[in-house]
């Protein structure tokens, strides 16, 4: 119940808040791409439900039924959906999502329903027992090293490979410790990958959170960055 109070108090501040920024980018995406403003998915939230998660447009219409991966320079994406996508303007959406209770300012980002039931496999679904989040470890982890572990000539079989494991492993990390001074830490941590990850910097999970995925992930399945410290506590 805090937790839900928390989630409803901050997104309606938020919204408050965004509120110019929403403006302008429904003004820029109608002026750059014809079609709608918003783009509505379907993820898998907790328990296994599907749920209609919104987002700004950041794609040409007409590009359904293709890739459920976005890709490192996907033709897909227009120029101004590229900066909204950088700067995770296109995620503001999913505040409405929060208000409606069918997602938490911090939990595992949700997963498209496609991948859930091709891949997930029994400990990933671990990950399905909690409300889907805005911001995560895993959502970070993705938005820090998306470009170097999704093969844009095969982005759903690298996604798969590489990402998704290793995401999932981290988001599992996370939640063995969760509680509220940990969330407030991962909405303080966004703040600053969105800071810093726009002029190629990066921003690694917590070493605890790294150590604790390798009971479900071998660390081959990180970046070498990460990789050579992760083989180094695996066999320690």
């Keep these: 119940m805090a937790k839900r109070l928390f989630d409803i108090a901050l997104s309606g501040i938020a919204l408050i808040l965004s509120a110019p920024l929403w403006l302008v980018a429904a003004i820029g995406i109608a002026l750059s791409s014809p079609g709608p403003i918003f783009y509505h998915a379907t993820r898998i939230g907790r328990g296994g439900e599907p749920f209609r998660m919104a987002k700004f447009r950041t794609m040409t219409v007409g590009t359904a039924g293709q890739s459920e991966i976005t890709a490192p320079g996907d033709s897909r994406v227009f120029a101004l959906g590229r900066v909204i996508r950088l700067l995770k303007i296109d995620e503001l959406p999913q505040l409405v999502n929060i208000l409606r209770g069918e997602m938490s300012i911090v939990g595992p980002r949700p997963e498209s329903d496609i991948i859930v039931a091709e891949h997930y496999t029994d400990w990933m679904r671990e990950t399905l027992a909690v409300a889907p989040g805005l911001t995560s470890v895993g959502a970070l982890f993705g938005y820090s090293y998306g ?47 969105i800071l810093i990850v726009p002029f190629g910097l990066k921003l690694d ?32």
Excluded at 165 to 182: D, M
């Design 147 to 193: 470009d170097e572990l999704i093969d844009p000539l095969r982005p759903e079989e690298s996604y798969v490979e590489r990402m998704l494991p290793a995401k999932l492993a981290l988001e599992l990390a996370y939640l063995e410790r969760a509680n509220f001074f940990g969330d407030i830490a991962y909405i303080l941590r966004t703040a600053a990958a």
């Design 205 to 236: 999970p917590t070493r605890t959170d790294q150590r604790t995925a390798l009971r479900w992930v071998e660390p081959e399945v990180f970046p070498l960055t990460m990789c050579s410290h992760l083989t180094a506590i695996s066999r320690g």
